[in-house]
């Protein structure tokens, strides 16, 4: 059964005043919606703040990159044992912004992933494609090297990762992926998996990300593929954020 995920992306929002009250609000609000599953994934520099005010919520935290290497000489990463150790569930690995930024690689961003997994952190994968690789008609060429990349690196722990599809397009854009767009790369996904990995396909959690907003959830997230949403932008409001797992806590968990 797949229990349906709302994970918050704050990016590189916040600070130690205003992230007080929207956590303490998201914190409340979250155990009242407890059907769904609420993540959020904030600046690591704040994590002991996030840990502090969600420990006793139905609210689970995380980062949003983790290095691909376990310690050591690395300067300016955060490895996935020290995410542990302030209590976070779940870490993004591959985010567009990071591959394109900073030029993450596939291969990359699959060892990140085993890192997370090595200590028992769950990678939100992200995999999405940009404006130009649709109209190319290359979206499923590019997920798919995404997703093999993953896939070679984890091998039977794949189904221990959530993915998230986010179209490059659709993020922080305010134009969502269409109900259609979205179940068709959702169900080709599952299907790519079904076909490397059998029935661990039906146990992956797949979340949509890219201009959810509470007005959109509901027709994006009762699609038969997308099990969740990766929010961006309304993840910093609590009202908008809650507003999303409140508009889909009627259709619960998936198959
Ligand atoms: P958005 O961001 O909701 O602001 O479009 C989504 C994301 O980047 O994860």
Redesign the pocket.
Same mark, same amino acid.
């Given at each position: 059964m797949r229990r349906v995920l709302i994970a918050g992306?704050w990016?590189m929002n916040g600070s130690l005043v205003g992230n007080q009250s929207l956590l303490e609000e998201i914190g409340r609000g979250s155990s009242t919606i407890a059907e769904v599953d609420w993540v959020v994934l904030a600046p690591s520099i704040y994590l002991p703040q996030v840990q502090q005010l969600l420990n006793s919520s139905h609210c689970a935290w995380g980062g949003q990159d983790v290095s691909n290497q376990a310690s050591g000489a690395f300067t300016g990463e955060i490895s996935a044992k020290m995410f542990k150790e302030f209590g976070c569930r779940y870490v993004i690995v591959g985010? =567009? &912004?990071r591959r394109t930024l900073h030029n993450e690689s596939n291969e990359l961003v699959a060892q990140k992933a085993k890192q997370a997994l090595s200590v028992g952190l769950i990678p939100i994968v992200c995999v999405g494609e940009t404006l130009q690789e649709r109209e190319e008609s290359r979206t499923m060429t590019v997920i798919e090297a995404q997703l093999q990349a993953v896939n070679s690196c984890l091998e039977e722990n794949l189904a221990k990762v959530v993915l998230a599809y &986010?179209p490059i397009w659709?993020? *922080?854009?305010g134009r969502s992926a269409s109900p259609f767009q979205a179940q068709e790369v959702h169900g080709a996904i599952r299907t790519w998996i079904r076909n490397h990995r059998g029935t661990l396909a039906e146990q992956i959690q797949i979340l949509y @990300? @890219? =201009?959810?907003k509470p007005n959109n959830a509901a027709d994006l997230l009762q699609l038969t593929d997308v099990d969740g949403a990766?929010? *961006? *932008?309304?993840s910093l409001n609590a009202e908008e954020f809650l507003g999303i797992g409140r508009s889909v806590s009627h259709f619960l968990t998936k198959i």
């Open positions: 992306n990016k985010h =567009s &912004e &986010e659709a993020i *922080g854009t @990300g @890219g =201009s959810v990766l929010v *961006g *932008g309304a």
